[in-house]
């Protein structure tokens, strides 16, 4: 599963198994999740916080007050950032320290300040882990709605046999992906948008490009990841923040974005053809700025590959494929014609030329056409909301 954008908060108390935590570390990291980890002091003897510190990039936190170093609320702030919290390895001691809402160190502190699910990896000897007051601490936290994932059977590192051993980490992984899984009808969905105008150098300090503010295909964006799906927004040069929960791709000309598309193509649910690429570029891009001489100026163009159309041998019959198209006149029939020209199954068009519609406003009102002849009116209201109205419309129809 792909955690891009997902914040994890590792937390390793002291146990042997902390080594199988970095490989867990790692596995995370590779998926794209925001890793941090804390340890208790406990953890730090099996497996230093500079191995951690090199899989995540992130500080390692341990002591709730380091010498020589503000902190403030810190706890507070690690609780409140994570989507996710997971313990790995758990000991005896330290399940038994957050069943009883004991807040000895920075790790149990940030367990009692956070409101996000939490997963713990139980690890300990069997003998420890059937005894009835460490059962009975599961238990409790259980109730409390905390997650567990089962310890294995096994041989321990003591030398005895039984239930005890920390869960693989491909097993935690798979848990967390799990316990990420978002909810809504676009949920396990893999959504690309495209968004903003690109842009073709002319020489290395000038562009050609268009004036695409990028704000209808990042709401377009924001809505599918609220909707549950998990997107990646393929970007033009666009002024916005990049939306929380979705994978940014930066891109400038037609040709690059063109590329990242179809790096991802195969792997998506839905294409969002929302950017504005360029559809021609200057044939020869000079190395050096262009320098005045006074005279007229000729500079000759050639076309970009058209995106969508490149798509149509590529696509299969479970992708959904929505376009748009600006127009300044016969929107309607132009469209209709981009629609079946580009294989799209839905395309939405909007009159550059009505107010608050189109290029670089906050606001717009579309049409919305359906390559099975259905139609709907979305009328002017804020780009977020034509998004949500545009989603709700194809969901509905399919
Ligand atoms: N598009 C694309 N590749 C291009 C140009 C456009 O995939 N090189 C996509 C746009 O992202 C949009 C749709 O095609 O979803 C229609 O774009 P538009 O600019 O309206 O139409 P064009 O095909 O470029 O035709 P024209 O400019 O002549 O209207």
């Known amino acids: 599963m792909n955690l891009t954008n997902r914040r994890i908060l590792i937390g390793v108390t002291g146990g042997i198994a902390a ?18 980890v804390v340890m208790t002091e406990a953890g730090t003897k099996f497996v230093t916080p500079l191995t951690f510190e090199s899989l995540t990039d992130n500080d390692v936190a ?13 706890h507070i702030s690690y609780a409140e950032w994570a989507d996710l919290i997971v313990i790995a390895p758990a000991t005896a001691d330290f399940i038994a320290q957050i069943a009883n809402g004991f807040c000895q160190n920075l790790l149990s502190t940030i367990v009692c300040a956070a409101s996000k699910q939490i997963l713990i990896a139980p690890a300990m000897n069997d003998g420890m882990y059937s005894s009835p007051a460490v059962q009975k601490n599961i238990a409790t936290l259980r109730e409390q709605d905390y997650k567990f994932i089962d310890v294995g059977i096994g041989e321990m590192a003591c030398n005895s046999f039984g239930p005890g051993r920390m869960a693989e980490p491909d097993e935690i ?17 893999n959504i690309i948008v495209t968004a903003g105008p690109c842009r073709e150098a002319i020489d290395p300090v000038r562009f050609i490009s268009n004036r695409s503010s990028g704000k209808m295909g990042y709401a377009i964006a924001i809505e599918a990841e609220k909707l549950g799906a998990s997107v990646t927004l393929i970007s033009g040069s666009v002024a916005l923040p990049a939306p929380d929960g979705v994978e940014v791709i930066n891109v400038e000309t037609t040709q690059e974005m063109a590329e ?6 195969d792997n998506s649910d839905y294409l969002v053809m929302a950017a504005a690429p360029a559809d021609y570029k200057p ?23 058209d995106i969508l159309k490149s798509l149509i041998p590529k696509r ?7 376009g748009f198209a600006l127009e300044t006149e016969n929107v309607i ?9 580009k294989k799209l199954d839905y395309i939405v068009v909007n009159d550059a030329t009505e107010k608050g519609a189109g290029f670089d406003t906050d606001t717009n009102r579309v049409t919305v056409l359906a390559i099975n002849g259905d139609s709907i009116d979305i009328d002017l209201a804020d780009k977020d909301v034509i998004a949500r109205k545009i989603w709700e419309y194809v969901l509905g129809d399919e």
Not at 173 to 189: H, M
């Open 316 to 322: 299969n019959d479970k992708q959904t494929i929505i």
């Open 333 to 341: 029939e132009n469209a209709n014609k981009k629609l079946i020209d």
């Open 173 to 189: 992984f798979e848990r967390i992906s799990e316990l990420l899984q978002k909810d809504g009808p676009l949920a396990g969905k």
């Open 260 to 265: 990242a598309v179809y790096d991802r193509f």
């Open 19 to 36: 080594y199988k935590t970095a490989y867990l570390t790692r596995l995370l990291v590779k998926a794209g999740a925001d890793v941090r």
């Open 283 to 305: 044939t020869i891009s000079f190395d050096q700025k262009i320098k005045k001489c006074g005279n007229k100026m000729m500079v000759e163009f050639s076309p970009t590959p």
């Open 62 to 74: 341990v002591d709730m007050f380091p010498p020589g170093k503000f902190v403030g609320t810190r």
